[in-house]
């Protein structure tokens, strides 16, 4: 597995709402040259999941947190983006209170629109969820939020 929680520098503590953010730094190997968002991102609730479904909700919850835009060859910047489609593949229990690596690749952009795929893995390695995602996108405009700078 590459670059475990403990490893990482922290670039944002505080992601939205409950959720515990872990990237390394730019130039860290989690993300690729160049991208102002992260490609490889490690979260954790920050409160006790009581059941199953709690914990599935919260996996649904992360998997729309993040775009795998972001490492486009030939974009610079990625702006708002949208959501068109989004799919989660659930294939193993995975403890969303424990940290999770979800790792994001974009397959394809074109005419505004982009397509993406991701993984999510329990601490331990094990693929606890797969996604795909299609987003509508603005190229050129900076994003805003948490880990825009």
Same mark, same amino acid.
């Given at each position: 597995?590459?670059? !475990?929680?403990?490893?990482?520098?922290?670039?944002? @503590?505080?992601?939205?709402?409950?959720? &515990?953010?872990?990237?390394?730094?730019?130039? #860290?190997?989690?993300? =690729?040259?160049?991208?102002?968002?992260?490609?490889?991102?490690?979260?954790?609730?920050?409160?006790?999941? *009581?059941?199953?479904?709690?914990? *599935?909700?919260? %996996?649904?919850?992360?998997?729309?947190?993040?775009? #795998? %835009?972001?490492?486009?060859? #030939?974009?610079?910047? +990625?702006?708002? +983006?949208?959501? +068109?489609?989004?799919? +989660?593949?659930?294939?193993?229990? *995975?403890? %969303? &209170?424990?940290?999770?690596?979800? &790792? $994001? $690749?974009?397959?394809?952009?074109?005419?505004?629109?982009?397509?993406?795929? @991701? !993984?999510? =893995?329990? !601490? &331990?390695?094990?693929?606890?969820?797969?996604?795909?995602?299609?987003? $509508?996108? !603005?190229? @050129?405009?900076?994003?805003? @939020?948490?880990?825009?700078?």
């Amino acid at each position: 597995m590459v670059g !475990r929680p403990g490893q990482a520098q922290v670039m944002s @503590g505080a992601g939205p709402g409950l959720i &515990d953010v872990l990237t390394l730094e730019r130039g #860290g190997h989690l993300q =690729f040259p160049g991208q102002e968002w992260p490609s490889r991102i490690w979260m954790r609730t920050r409160e006790h999941l *009581a059941d199953e479904i709690m914990h *599935a909700c919260a %996996l649904t919850y992360i998997s729309d947190m993040f775009t #795998g %835009l972001a490492s486009v060859p #030939g974009i610079d910047q +990625v702006g708002p +983006v949208t959501s +068109v489609d989004h799919a +989660v593949w659930f294939h193993r229990k *995975a403890g %969303l &209170d424990d940290w999770v690596l979800m &790792d $994001l $690749l974009a397959e394809s952009t074109a005419g505004g629109r982009g397509m993406y795929t @991701g !993984r999510i =893995f329990s !601490r &331990d390695g094990r693929l606890a969820a797969g996604l795909a995602q299609e987003s $509508l996108f !603005r190229p @050129g405009t900076r994003r805003r @939020g948490p880990l825009a700078d």
